[in-house]
């Protein structure tokens, strides 16, 4: 079992920067692909950003990309999401995924949830 607890999530202006952190605990020896989803309300969850075990690879939606970095540091099983130049249509609660194994960049594909941390951008 793995347990994900998100953090770092708040209000900002937009143009502002956030960053959210994912600790990663319990079966933590094993390789995990780690992904972060948001969701808005009354939308579906998207996705946003994964990388690979190694931190190798990294993915990113097109409606993030150059603005948002992933990134991890495995020698203390946490994953981090870098926001910046946030805007008003990035408000949503932002979920930390994880797998074990690799497959499509849809929630589908994800075993492993933490609870969120909402992020709300103001205009």
């Known amino acids: 079992q793995v347990e994900l607890v998100e953090s770092g999530g708040g209000l900002v202006q937009a143009g502002g920067s956030l960053r959210l952190s994912c600790a990663v605990s319990?079966?933590?020896?094993?390789?995990?692909?780690m992904a972060w989803f948001r969701q808005a309300p009354g939308k579906e969850r998207e996705f946003v950003a994964a990388?690979?075990?190694?931190?190798?690879?990294?993915y990113y939606a097109d409606s993030v990309k150059g603005r948002f970095t992933i990134s991890r540091d495995n020698a203390w099983n946490t994953v981090y999401l870098q926001m910046n130049t946030l805007k008003p249509e990035d408000t949503a609660v932002y979920y930390c995924?994880?797998?074990?194994?690799?497959?499509?960049?849809?929630?589908?594909?994800?075993?492993?949830w933490g609870q969120g941390t909402q992020v709300t951008v103001s205009s």
């Open positions: 319990g079966r933590t020896s094993n390789t995990y692909d």
């Open positions: 995924a994880a797998r074990y194994r690799s497959g499509a960049l849809s929630p589908s594909a994800f075993n492993y």
């Open positions: 990388i690979s075990w190694s931190g190798s690879r990294t």
